[in-house]
């Protein structure tokens, strides 16, 4: 069993990203108008998903982890299979989150195509956040290795987040609306009460 579903299992490993007053800030939703769709992938125990849920009608999520689906599970969201949630392109969804996922999935960029595919056109947003300085590790997958590299170059926080958006996003066809940085916090363990990563967050629309 790997660190993510043991931490399922044990009700433990939670994420913090945002408050709901920060994202209704960031992604200028009112919770009184709410969306129709969001679909939040690899949401883990649902923690962060909850922060943005009551801005939407209706919230699906993405998993890998079975005890964390466990967890989706429990919170009622609708959970969507990880290989199928882009085949049908006829459901579109007003906003896509992909939080910390693209340093840990092997096909990043396959990721950001099914995304732009999903998204609802002219409306849609994707809200993207990643760890920087980029250090990919693949936990559900062979050798822990990606098999897509993102194009992220430079040493410093500032640099990468140019690169990305210069080098990633906008060749496949994003434009940045937003961006801020913010502390990603994670439930710690019995050497440290918690882990401290910086995010960068991007709001995206479509060209």
């Known amino acids: 069993m ?14 913090f990203i ?27 125990d649902g923690m962060v998903t909850r922060q943005m849920a009551s801005f939407f009608n209706e919230v699906f999520v993405t998993e890998m982890s079975t005890t964390m689906k466990w967890r989706l599970n429990e919170h009622g969201f609708k959970l969507l299979d990880t290989e199928e949630w882009f085949s049908d ?5 007003d906003v896509i989150s992909c939080l910390n996922l693209l340093d840990r999935c092997e096909r990043p960029i396959e990721i950001l195509e099914h995304i732009r595919s999903m998204l609802k056109p002219g ?18 997958g062979v050798g822990n290795h990606q098999m897509q590299h993102l ?41 440290h009460s918690f882990y401290y990563l910086s995010d960068a967050v991007f709001v995206l629309s479509l060209k």
């Open 151 to 191: 194009n992220i170059c430079g040493k410093t926080f500032e640099e990468q987040v140019q690169s990305l958006t210069k080098n990633v996003l906008e060749p496949l066809g994003y434009v940045l609306e937003r961006f801020t940085r913010l502390p990603y916090l994670c439930e710690g363990d019995l050497h």
């Open 2 to 15: 790997n660190k993510t579903s043991i931490n399922g299992l044990l009700k433990r490993g939670s994420m």
């Open 18 to 44: 945002f408050s709901q007053d920060h994202f209704s800030s960031l992604m200028e939703i009112d919770s009184h108008q709410k969306r129709d769709r969001l679909l939040d992938l690899g949401a883990g």
């Open 89 to 93: 392109t006829q459901e579109k969804y």
């Open 123 to 140: 409306s849609g947003r994707l809200l993207l956040a990643i760890v920087l300085p980029f250090s990919p590790y693949v936990e559900f």
